[in-house]
């Protein structure tokens, strides 16, 4: 969300940041992965070094990025989850097409597609990333990942219309696109537009339970509209799925005054 340092609303005592815009990358930590799936650092890790999931480590450390192939991985394990398979179940499934994978890493000097080449150039700040999505959406390459990350060119030029049609035009090609609702929730939550907010949000917690900052801004959604019960429990459920989050101590701060009706907590030292 746009507001400098704080969110938008205003909970019984000041609230940091905890998300904004999301955007398609071409490179996530497992920090983020875990973020946006709901695995744990554990599964992950454990994918990586069996070689069902591909990650890229630096050197000297046990950091991992993972890149827009993984991702599209990552999407099928949500996709298997919501038919209702098991972890167990997933992973046996992902062993099962490791060679296909394997093969497609193996290739030499793969030329960049239209929407790989657009995600460079936006990480380096280059304007002509906006060329190379529209040269993707005409391809149909990525159409819903190129339309989100347009639309998010769209928010740092100030153009919330075009924004608000390209995170639509995301979900028209696919529906189930978690950014796209994300972005479109923080764009009418920045509006006023509450209802319309809460319903978007919803619907990426719906897509990917395990999504853990739609909580959060959820959380801020319900309190705006007076439903006390609902800020309380999904803000709960924010800090179940981020224990270590370092403002663990406010939430929990928040929570006691939202279980007495919104009774302002005592200052935090």
């Known amino acids: 969300m746009k507001e400098t340092g704080n969110k938008v609303i205003s909970f019984p005592s000041p609230v940091p940041s ?23 650092e554990k599964t992950i890790r454990r994918w990586t070094e069996q070689g069902i999931i591909q990650g890229s480590a630096t050197a000297g450390t046990s950091e991992v990025t993972y890149d827009f192939q993984a991702l599209t991985q990552f ?6 989850r919501s038919q209702g398979h098991s972890i167990r179940q997933i992973e046996a499934e992902l062993q099962g097409q490791l060679h296909l994978f394997r093969a497609e890493t193996g290739r030499v ?6 929407f790989e080449e657009a995600l460079l150039l936006h990480e380096q700040g280059d304007p ?7 040269e993707a959406i005409n391809e149909g390459d990525n159409t819903a990942e190129a339309h989100c990350n347009l639309g998010i060119i769209n928010l740092e030029q100030g153009q919330l219309a075009k924004a608000l049609d390209n995170f639509t035009l995301s979900l028209k090609s696919d529906p189930r696109h978690v950014e796209a609702h994300y972005n479109l929730a923080n ?19 719906q897509i990917e339970p395990g999504f853990s900052l739609v909580y959060f ?14 800020a309380s429990t999904t803000l709960d459920k924010y800090r179940q799925l981020e224990p270590e989050d370092e403002d663990i101590e406010m939430l929990s701060q928040l929570l006691k005054a939202m279980q007495h009706k919104g009774k302002p907590p005592g200052p935090i030292n």
Do not use: C, M, T, W
């Not at 999407?75 to 298997?80: A, D, I, S, T």
């Not at 000097?109 to 239209?114: D, E, Y």
């Not at 002509?128 to 529209?134: D, I, P, R, V």
């Open 187 to 205: 764009l009418y939550y920045d509006a006023g537009d509450l209802q319309l907010a809460r319903l978007h949000y919803e619907a990426a917690a």
């Open 75 to 80: 999407r099928r394990v949500r996709e298997l």
């Open 217 to 230: 801004n959820l959380s801020l959604v319900y309190h705006k509209l007076g439903d006390l019960v609902a």
């Open 109 to 114: 000097a793969r030329l960049l597609s239209p």
């Open 128 to 134: 002509k990333a906006a060329e190379h999505y529209l």
């Open 18 to 40: 905890k998300a904004d815009y999301q955007r398609v990358k071409s490179s996530y930590s497992i920090k983020e992965i875990q973020q946006l799936f709901g695995l744990s």
